[in-house]
């Protein structure tokens, strides 16, 4: 039974990785190991990016300086550099954004390299950081933990088209709530009501396919960001390593007590 699902995992590792277009590779050594990434010809704003950094020895001397263990660990922030213990860091603007290149052949699997942003309250367009990154850890799911995913995401569209279509009628709104005229603003609220249930009148948008089902459950990662942030590559060698770094005591910012140092960034051709 456990060579069978061995098997299985490896059939389905393997076809992930298959299915991602080879990019280039960089070799992100750390004081807790070597991991080896690949970067996605489909993401070139990210892929060139994050490339020209690795060149310049952007990376070098930072900190992986948010580990959330079976969610991700998050490394690349300027201010990280020769930064206090104990310290909050990850703060720093680099001084430009990354436009979003988010694709759906490129999922939030265990070992998925992708790039941090600011939230969609002030960052609607889902713009990425210039220098942040994180790689995935996540955990594996059930097919009922899928199906409630697809609905919570479903139900989060919802109310977020349902808050902007009131704002179109809000002023509306509130004057026949001043004024007592109930059923007026009461109409108002199920106008809305209709065109949302119109617009969601197919199928859900946020289903995932048997092909991410079956990775989610063997491989594991964190479904619930896919559609949200940037995946621009995957790890290749060094899952382990990662491991290890998820794995580490943090404080009260997700910052791992004993220091996790990017010593350096290389590029490799193979």
Not at 197 to 218: A, D, H, I, M
């Amino acid at each position: 039974m456990k060579k069978w699902l061995a098997v299985l995992f490896m059939v389905l590792f393997s076809g992930y990785v298959s299915g991602a277009k080879k990019y280039k590779l960089v070799e992100i050594t750390t004081n807790m190991g070597v991991m080896k990434v690949k970067l996605y010809e489909g993401t070139p704003r990210h892929s060139e990016n994050f490339l020209q950094l690795v060149k310049e020895c952007h990376y070098d001397s930072l900190l992986f300086h948010r580990v959330i263990k079976d969610f991700m660990i998050q490394g690349g922030a300027s201010d990280s550099k020769n930064a206090l213990k104990g310290k909050m860091v990850g703060v720093t603007d680099p001084g430009y954004t990354i436009d979003a290149e988010i694709r759906p052949e490129y999922r939030h699997v265990k070992g998925a390299l992708a790039a941090a942003r600011q939230g969609d309250e002030v960052n609607p367009e889902k713009k990425s950081s210039g220098e942040q990154f994180y790689i995935v850890q996540g955990k594996t799911y059930t097919d009922k933990q899928l199906d409630l995913l697809e609905q919570q995401q479903l139900i989060r569209a919802k109310n977020k088209l349902g808050r902007k279509l009131y704002e179109t009628v809000k002023d509306e709104h509130l004057a026949y709530l001043r004024k007592g005229q109930r059923l007026q603003a009461d109409s108002l609220v199920k106008q809305i009501d209709a065109e949302i249930e119109k617009y969601f009148s197919g199928e859900n948008p946020y289903r995932f396919t048997q092909e991410s089902r079956e990775l989610y459950k063997s491989i594991g990662g964190t479904p619930f960001l896919d559609g949200d942030y940037t995946v621009f590559g995957e790890v290749v060698e060094g899952l382990d390593v990662l491991d290890r770094i998820a794995g580490l005591p943090t404080d009260s910012h997700d910052r791992p007590m004993q220091n996790v140092v990017i010593l350096s960034t290389k590029l490799k051709r193979k």
